[in-house]
């Protein structure tokens, strides 16, 4: 179905240059020269718990002269079926035929995704049948009582408003209210239908379907994109009433009302997977799905246990950003988990209860021993090394780790009754062509051969004693040796460095994009108040939403606009 102007291709619109305030549709890149750092008093003390501040009474804050670009973001699967829900209601829905989502490094987003004509037809489906439902209860959607035009036109400017995250131009108010009465006059449609077909285009609109910021005052998003910003971080979805409230007033201008939403919205139930959400894109927690194990060897891998094991992630890090304190060092050296019966099992304890439980802190120490990271990180007979050492260099410090060179085949080690596992991967260290890389894996990954490819915990292997100790290299300031992946883990969490790799992990995940150069500014102020918070998770949030990266927008260049 077309509708005129209204059927035009969100695609082709977010693909054009705009400049100017009111539509920035293109990713926007300004590079200029950093700030120092100074004292943020235009606005009172940065909030946060803990203090005047996240980093407490005297903290400092870089101001800074850049920010980051602010390319379009179409709705990923689950933004889209989160608005819709909210926007309309419990529907039947299913965004499954979606195209695929893209991704900003490790985490989903669709920013700067071309849409080709395919994929509009699915919006457009999309767009129709929910509508088509929408129709069935439309009293309920639109708040009417009556069917008569004046309530159809003051639907429509409500409907546009929490449609676009935004009030509707007086151009677009008008654009749509004519697409309801030529449809009602001139092509004679019922009340219903004439309102099926708007609600429709609403849903094709490139401003349903994308997240596009405006620049407002002093570099500022408006009041309007910051609740945006705010609702997709924190919930995944539009803004609630009160955010909108918030908007509407311009309390969003400011550090303290920023606060004071942000506090709202993580005591709500809603932002539970956010948590969720980033800690299992950051783990990568969806390959749990398709781990296999021998069953000769592994008789209790089961789709149960994948599925207990992927759980007790998602409690562990709810809990820590629930409870006051909760920090990047809890996550990453606190002895406790939550267990099933065959969970229990893998851990070794016995006649465990579902629910938290404290486990043995010899074994066990934060997320890099859990069930779920040591099997997703393991072969389907063996353990593998370099698999968890990288990710301890990629997810922990940040340093990407280079895929092997092209004229270089990859086998792996074959299994040996008669060697250790550490043993058989010295290979890699002696071969001159291997080593490079893997001098800064193994050493690492081989730390956690007291755990065998489902989790479970060992001490001997093939008869032989298992060597836990290991050596880090490479670091900022947690260069050394440990003797087991309990030392590791506890160094790791010591470290500035892997404080600024979770800051950086946390600004991407909330900002749907890639980090600039332009962002560098923002992450060092960000860091530094993460570590002066003593790496509480909460304050990370609170640093990230009143920073500059993410409360400002870069304008166009001359080049963009030309």
């Known amino acids: 179905m077309q509708y005129g102007s209204f059927g035009r291709s969100f695609g082709s619109l977010a693909s054009r240059k705009r400049c100017g305030r009111s539509s920035a549709l293109l990713a926007i890149t300004v590079v200029v020269a950093c700030g120092g750092t100074s004292t943020r008093d235009d606005t009172g003390n940065k909030p946060g718990p803990g203090g005047n501040g996240p980093g407490g009474e005297d903290s400092t804050y870089n101001v800074c002269d850049t920010v980051g670009p602010a390319p379009v973001r179409r709705l990923t699967r689950s933004e889209y079926t989160n608005t819709l829900k909210d926007l309309l209601g419990s529907l039947p829905l299913n965004s499954d035929s979606l195209v695929a989502d893209g991704s900003a490094g490790i985490f989903r987003s669709n920013v700067s995704v071309p849409v080709t004509p395919s994929v509009a037809n699915e919006y457009r489906d999309l767009a129709e049948k929910?509508?088509?439902?929408?129709a069935k209860q439309l009293g309920a959607v639109t708040g009417c009582k009556s069917a008569s035009d004046e309530c159809a036109k003051s639907f429509i400017?409500?409907?546009?408003?929490?449609?676009?995250?935004?009030?509707?131009?007086?151009?677009?108010?008008?654009?749509?209210v004519g697409l309801y009465t030529s449809l009602r006059d001139e092509a004679k449609q019922s009340y219903e239908a004439s309102l099926q077909t708007v609600i429709a285009a609403f849903?094709?609109?490139?401003?349903?379907?994308?997240?596009?910021?405006?620049?407002?005052?002093?570099?500022?998003?408006t009041s309007w994109d910051m609740a945006s910003r705010l609702s997709y971080f924190l919930w995944g979805t539009m803004p609630d009433t009160a955010l909108f409230d918030a908007a509407a007033s311009n309390e969003l201008l400011t550090d303290e009302g920023i606060q004071a939403q942000t506090?709202?919205?993580?005591?709500?139930?809603?932002?539970?997977?956010?948590?969720r959400s980033f800690y299992a894109q950051w783990l990568e927690l969806e390959k749990l799905d398709r781990v296999t194990r021998s069953s000769e060897r592994f008789p209790e891998m089961s789709h149960d246990?994948?599925?207990?094991?992927?759980?007790e992630v998602e409690k562990f890090s709810e809990s820590l950003h629930a409870r006051e304190g909760?920090?990047?060092?809890?996550?990453?050296?606190?002895?406790?988990?939550?267990v099933t019966p065959r969970l229990a099992a893998i851990y070794g304890l016995k006649n465990a209860k579902d629910g938290e439980v404290d486990l043995n802190r010899e074994e066990r120490a934060g997320i890099l021993t859990s069930a779920a990271f040591l099997t997703l990180n393991a072969h389907f007979e063996d353990t593998s090394p370099v698999h968890r050492g990288k990710f301890v260099r990629e997810r922990l410090l940040c340093q990407l780790m280079p895929s092997p060179p092209g004229d270089v085949q990859v086998v792996l080690p074959p299994p040996d009754p008669n060697l250790s596992t550490r043993e058989r991967y010295q290979k890699h260290l002696d071969d001159p062509y291997c080593r490079g890389c893997h001098i800064l894996m193994n050493p690492i990954g081989l730390a956690f051969e007291g755990y065998d490819p489902v989790g479970r915990h060992r001490t001997n292997e093939n008869g032989l004693t298992i060597d836990t100790s290991g050596e880090l290299g490479s670091t900022a300031d947690i260069n050394g040796a440990f003797k087991d992946p309990i030392e590791l883990a506890n160094r790791l969490a010591t470290s500035q460095e892997v404080a600024g790799c979770m800051a950086k992990h946390w600004f991407t995940f909330a900002m749907g994009r890639p980090v600039e150069?332009?962002?560098?500014?923002?992450?060092?102020?960000?860091?530094?108040?993460?570590?002066?918070?003593?790496?509480?998770?909460?304050?990370?949030?609170?640093?990230?939403?009143?920073?500059?990266?993410?409360?400002?927008?870069?304008?166009?260049?001359?080049?963009?606009?030309?």
Not at 203 to 221: C, D, M, T, V, W
Not at 525 to 544: E, G, K, N, W
Request: proline residues 6%.
């Open 305 to 311: 246990l994948l599925v207990d094991m992927r759980t």
């Open 263 to 275: 506090d709202r919205l993580l005591r709500d139930p809603r932002a539970q997977p956010m948590v």
């Open 203 to 221: 849903l094709q609109s490139p401003y349903f379907l994308n997240r596009i910021e405006r620049q407002g005052a002093e570099g500022k998003l």
């Open 157 to 176: 400017s409500d409907f546009g408003q929490r449609a676009f995250r935004r009030p509707l131009s007086e151009d677009e108010r008008l654009r749509y």
């Open 130 to 134: 929910v509508a088509g439902e929408a």
């Open 517 to 562: 150069d332009e962002d560098e500014c923002t992450l060092q102020a960000v860091t530094q108040a993460f570590v002066s918070a003593r790496l509480d998770l909460r304050s990370l949030i609170y640093s990230i939403v009143t920073s500059d990266g993410f409360r400002k927008i870069a304008p166009p260049t001359k080049e963009q606009c030309e």
């Open 326 to 338: 909760g920090s990047l060092t809890d996550l990453l050296t606190q002895p406790f988990g939550y």
